[in-house]
């Protein structure tokens, strides 16, 4: 009888890591990782014979994870925001190389990369190679200039 505490460990954490499984890691591994410390403590509690050595591993495990590893593991986990490099263009200064006008696209060189350009809604007139032109979109494989 004095098992069955270790035991109930043992099903509420292998509950809480089939729960982790079927919600799809929503809650950032904190399901999966309790679980696995109450597994943990069950397991220990069970092959020592104590439910109080169980209960006490349980405690201490989930307690190091939420107070030492889970900021550690959320940053690791964290998507970074790395901008691509069509989102690195816009708002950047870009030089013609070929004519830009209304009805006729044109290219803009930027950096080491030439672009395929064309007027931004608005912007009206000839950009001349030589010019230096804004970046206010990208509409695919082509720059929007002003």
């Known amino acids: 009888m004095r098992n069955v505490l270790n035991w109930l460990l043992i099903a509420g954490g292998g509950a809480m890591v089939i729960?982790?499984?079927l919600l799809g890691a929503v809650t950032g591994f904190d399901?999966?990782?309790t679980g696995v410390a109450l597994v943990a403590g069950g397991a220990?509690?069970?092959a020592l014979g104590s439910a109080k050595v169980g209960l006490l591993a349980s405690g201490v495990l989930a307690l190091?994870?939420?107070v030492f590893l889970r900021r550690w593991l959320r940053s690791r986990l964290a998507?970074?925001?790395?901008?691509t490099n069509v989102d690195a263009v816009?708002?950047?200064?870009?030089v013609v190389t070929v004519r830009v006008a209304e009805h006729a696209p044109g290219q803009v060189?930027?950096?080491d990369e030439v672009w395929r350009a064309v007027l931004a809604s608005g912007a009206s007139g000839v950009r001349e190679p030589g010019q230096t032109v804004k970046i206010e979109a990208v509409d695919g494989v082509t720059l929007q200039v002003r």
Request: proline share 4%; net charge neutral; no cysteine.
């Open 64 to 66: 190091v994870y939420y």
């Open 79 to 83: 998507a970074q925001n790395q901008p």
């Open 19 to 21: 729960a982790e499984l």
């Open 90 to 94: 816009v708002g950047r200064m870009g």
């Open 31 to 33: 399901l999966l990782l």
């Open 44 to 46: 220990l509690g069970l």
């Open 109 to 111: 060189k930027v950096d």
